[in-house]
């Protein structure tokens, strides 16, 4: 899937001033939340605030809904009003995915629908973190995982250690990688910590995580910034892709500034520099 997925800021359906917020957003993805946000008698009134959208938006903008969990009567009623409705957003995201009988029933009916919405389930629960491979292996139309702390901080222990989360991050990751999934990190729930924002984008990134849940409008911008390529990081992709690329070689092996390098390397680097092409075209569409 080659798309910008840096940023998610997430929105409760019912936020006043819904669509300027949407609008004015600098996210690469704007997250229209159902569930959590939304008191439970509330949730049909969140849903036709939706309904009650300009049409347009959903053509121009990169827009994710997030539905109630699909073991829940809510999740149903979610899906069954954004059908009947024809609300086709980009992205659905699907929360405390624990089977992988509940992202089949979305296929399913967004294939009957002939939606070419793409779906991104929530790995939150414990019960989901054991079934994750059985979760991708049988969902077609999974295209991303999104970790979620917070739930899973509550099945074990509000004070758990930066040591369990690393190693609960690294299983989410490669589970969605090795599927070749985009996989996508938990909030930063600290709004007035930059440093410890840039902390946890700095440490997902090395586990291959290619974006992060911004649950502000002040996050966007440190998110953006640091999951693009840095100006250090495109000289030295485009090095190795010039050097490997080089008819002076006489192997598929080279070397630059004494550090070997080969195919595997071109790989990431020609990832880095199409990446640095999307966000050269999201600046532009923007009049940045």
Known sequence: ???????????????????????????DVVLLDLEDSIPTYKKQIARDRLLRLDRSIWNQCPLAVRVNSLSKPEGIRDLVFLMNNNIVPKFLVIPKVETSGELRIVGELMSVAGSRTQAFGIIETLKGLRGIDAIIKESENLCGLILGSADLSSEISFRMSKSAMMQIK???????LSAGLKVIDTPCFNLKCDKQLE???ELAK?????GKIAVHPSQVSIINTLFSPSQEELEKAKAIVNGLESSELSTAIGSIDGEMIGPPFA???????????????KESKRGI
Request: glycine share 4%; proline share 2%.
């Open 206 to 210: 090395e586990f291959g995580y290619s």
């Open 267 to 281: 790989v990431l680097a020609k990832k880095l520099l199409a990446t640095h092409q999307m966000v050269l075209h």
């Open 1 to 27: 899937m080659d798309m910008l997925a840096r940023s998610w800021l997430c929105i409760p359906a019912l936020k006043e001033g819904l669509e300027e917020k949407i609008i004015q957003s600098a996210a």
């Open 199 to 201: 902390a946890e984008i």
């Open 170 to 176: 690294c299983e989410v990751a490669l589970a969605a």
